[in-house]
């Protein structure tokens, strides 16, 4: 890729939601280097996608601070990792992320065989060969997920987690988003079908499905919102709107 293409330009939209939530983001971008992006394109035998690009040039030296835990995404240590054989191969895949965890580390992989939108689906690898599967539909639900959790629906003064389950087995996304959007809420980016962030302001709405789940009328969810009132009168909201009934509630602070 060239050095002249200006990052902010390959994913306008995941950008803006890190400057909005995390604090002093700007300050913190840390391009990879020339040499690490081209070792990478090596590895890869091919053009990383355009997600990929953006990672590699806005956090491509690591993003540990700023969100998810015990893994290293940063380029230096995953060319050195692939250099040194480090990384269980997979065919169509290219390991992307390092665990440094001592118990029970966890590789991410990037689906290069099934690229979409500018993108490709990501699998998580446990420290066993049979330990793995797919994680997220794309490296940006990842990555906007992630932020979008730990950077604003965990900042909520009050929270609410939870199922909310269709009784008739149908489809709970695709019952819960059109209420949603007739309340006014967006999604700052698109993640796809398995990754929903929802706001409006006032609320917030974090779900996620993994890939390998096989009870779409099951649907995981965070809110956040200002007060317990305001979390009780969505649920209440979407569940007499639809055929959904909100279970397994947990809420902090605790009530």
């Keep these: ?19 909005r939530l995390v604090p002093d983001m700007r300050s913190r971008w840390q391009s990879a280097s020339e040499a690490d992006i081209e070792a990478l394109e090596t590895i890869a035998g091919e053009e990383l996608p355009r997600c990929y690009q953006w990672f590699l040039r806005r956090l491509g030296r690591g993003w540990a601070d700023i969100g998810f835990g015990t893994h290293d995404f940063s380029a230096q240590t995953i060319v050195a990792g692939h250099a040194r054989g480090l990384f269980p191969p997979h065919e169509g895949m290219m390991c992307i992320a390092h665990d440094t965890a001592e118990w029970e580390p966890q590789l991410r992989y990037y689906d290069l065989a099934h690229p979409a939108d500018d993108d490709a689906p990501v699998f998580m690898a446990g420290p066993e060969a049979e330990d793995f599967e797919g994680e997220y539909e794309s490296l940006r639900a990842l990555i906007a997920s992630t932020i979008f959790r730990n ?36 999604t700052p980016v698109a993640t796809g079908s398995l990754c929903q962030l929802y706001e ?43 055929d959904l009934v909100a279970e397994n509630l947990t809420w902090d602070p605790a009530l």
């Design 1 to 19: 890729m060239s050095q002249e293409v200006d990052p902010s330009e390959l994913e306008p939209e995941l950008e803006a939601l890190l400057v």
């Design 151 to 186: 950077h604003y629906v965990r900042r909520m003064p009050h929270r609410c987690a939870g199922l909310l389950v269709d009784d008739g087995e149908g489809n709970a996304t695709t019952a819960l988003l059109p209420v949603l959007e007739d309340l006014g809420f967006s």
């Design 200 to 242: 409006d302001g006032t609320h917030v709405l974090h779900s996620y499905r993994s890939p390998e789940s096989t009870a779409p009328y099951v649907l995981p969810f965070d809110l956040g919102a200002p007060s317990v009132a305001a979390l009780r009168k969505l649920l209440g909201i979407i569940c007499t709107s639809t």
